[in-house]
């Protein structure tokens, strides 16, 4: 069973809200933000890195199905579909908050919104 809350390598967390949303942010290297392509000269996995940065990337999903976009079309923001990058505070803070507010009609409203976006790429 799946946490709801969760850490990513330090780099990051996910959180899943009680409508089944669950959106991740993520800073670190290989994400979309400042610190994309970071690794490091003393990468090590079994020692813990702290990672800062001045944005993140957000991917927000429920059923493992990405419904990213819908939250970016609607504030303006790019996005690939899947994720969005290189988001402020503030940006992720209203991501948190769009996702955390979906009710079932939102959700399914948002599902097909990008599964009709995705035809179109």
Same mark, same amino acid.
Not at 12 to 24: A, D, E, L, R, Y
Not at 64 to 76: H, L, V, W
Not at 93 to 118: D, F, P, S, V
């Given at each position: 069973?799946?946490?709801?809350? $969760?850490?990513?390598?330090?780099?990051?967390?996910?959180?899943?809200?009680? &409508? @089944? !949303?669950?959106?991740?942010?993520?800073?670190?290297?290989?994400?979309?933000?400042?610190?994309?392509?970071?690794?490091?000269?003393?990468?090590?996995?079994?020692?813990?890195?702290?990672?800062?940065?001045?944005?993140?990337?957000?991917?927000?999903? $429920?059923?493992?199905?990405?419904?990213?976009?819908?939250?970016?079309?609607? &504030? @303006? !923001?790019?996005?690939?579909?899947?994720?969005?990058?290189?988001?402020?505070?503030?940006?992720?803070?209203?991501?948190?908050?769009?996702?955390?507010?979906?009710?079932?009609?939102?959700?399914?409203?948002?599902?097909?919104?990008?599964?009709?976006?995705?035809?179109?790429?």
């Amino acid at each position: 069973m799946r946490k709801d809350f $969760v850490s990513t390598l330090n780099k990051g967390f996910q959180m899943t809200f009680s &409508n @089944g !949303i669950n959106i991740s942010v993520q800073y670190g290297y290989g994400n979309y933000c400042e610190n994309s392509s970071y690794m490091g000269n003393d990468w090590n996995y079994d020692k813990p890195q702290i990672f800062e940065s001045n944005d993140a990337e957000i991917m927000i999903e $429920v059923d493992s199905k990405p419904i990213t976009a819908a939250f970016c079309d609607y &504030n @303006g !923001i790019r996005n690939d579909g899947s994720v969005a990058g290189w988001l402020t505070t503030d940006e992720v803070a209203t991501a948190i908050a769009w996702a955390q507010g979906l009710n079932e009609k939102r959700i399914e409203a948002a599902i097909k919104y990008c599964q009709r976006e995705k035809a179109q790429w």
